[in-house]
């Protein structure tokens, strides 16, 4: 049982990840209400565009490395 709570941990929580709007490609994002994630699952909203949904991108932070 504790692998599956770890297991589930890391799915929730993956660093450097960065989320991104779908409709303008800003980072400005935040969850719509507090139970956002907890009870329901997250829905979105963009700052900057007003975009309001569940589906979102995702991209690795940049370290600022250059190979």
Do not use: H, W
């Not at 980072?27 to 565009?49: E, H, M, N, Y």
Request: glycine fraction near 10%.
């Amino acid at each position: 049982m504790e692998d599956l709570f770890e297991t589930l941990r890391n799915m929730k929580s993956r660093r450097g990840n960065v989320k991104i709007c779908p409709g303008c490609g800003d980072s400005s994002l935040q969850a719509s209400t507090v139970f956002d994630g907890v009870i329901l699952p997250t829905r979105f909203l963009c700052k900057k565009c007003g975009y309001s949904g569940y589906i979102v991108l995702e991209a690795q932070e940049d370290s600022g490395r250059r190979l």
